[in-house]
Structure formats: structure tokens, C-alpha cells
């Protein structure tokens, strides 16, 4: 079994910055990518970043330059921070670790930018 479990988010005001975590347990030998997908109202669940075991990143094009997400494998943790927020950006964002090709999601953390 494979425990993913997210903190941060929460209300932003526009321009603002949010910062992600997101720490994986259990069955966790082999992870290949940790990362970030979002889900805004209405919509479908869209890739944010993703991170390699070796450090590679992916960025989605509407978060790229703002973004950083960084990784801590001895911790099997995983880091998102974003600048610049607006109203476009809130979602529920979703923590994903893939672990040896498996995929598993977080629970999801609420992340709204309104004044």
C-alpha cells in the first residue's frame, strides 16, 4: 500500500504564492515520478508539474516561469511553489506518485485565489 498525503493550499489572494507539499509512505521502493496534477470547477484533471527520479522536470505551459517544483528523495517528498497566482489557478490540486509504473493520488488540497 501506498499512502499519499498533501498539506498547504488554501485561500490566495491574487498575485500571491502558494507552496505545496506532498510526502509519500508505505510500499514506496521505486518511485518514479512525483508530482502535481489540479482540477478547477467544472473542468478535468490537468498535469501542474511532474518530477523525475533523477531530477528532470515538467511544467504545463500556463504554470511555466512561475513554477518550481522540487523533490527530495531520501524523504520521498515532493514540493510545489507558484508565484503570480490568479483567479485561473484555483482548483482542488492533486499530489501523484508514480511508483514503479503504478499510479497513486492524494487526497487533493483546495487552492482558491480571490480578493
Known amino acids: 500500500q501506498v499512502q499519499v498525503v498533501e498539506s498547504g493550499g488554501g485561500l490566495v489572494q491574487p498575485g500571491g504564492s502558494l507552496r505545496l507539499s506532498c510526502t509519500a509512505s508505505g510500499s514506496i521502493s521505486g518511485i518514479y515520478f512525483m508530482g502535481w496534477y489540479r482540477q478547477p470547477p467544472g473542468k478535468q484533471r490537468d498535469l501542474v508539474a511532474l518530477?523525475?527520479?533523477?531530477?528532470?522536470?515538467t511544467y504545463a505551459d500556463p504554470v511555466k516561469g512561475r513554477s518550481s517544483i522540487s523533490r527530495d528523495n531520501a524523504k520521498n517528498t515532493v514540493v510545489l511553489q507558484m508565484n503570480s497566482l490568479g483567479p485561473e489557478d484555483t482548483a482542488v490540486y492533486y499530489c501523484?506518485?508514480?511508483?514503479?509504473?503504478?499510479?497513486?493520488w492524494g487526497q487533493g488540497t483546495q487552492v482558491s485565489v480571490s480578493s
Open positions: 501523484y506518485v508514480n511508483v514503479l509504473g503504478k499510479g497513486y
Open positions: 518530477t523525475g527520479s533523477s531530477g528532470t522536470t
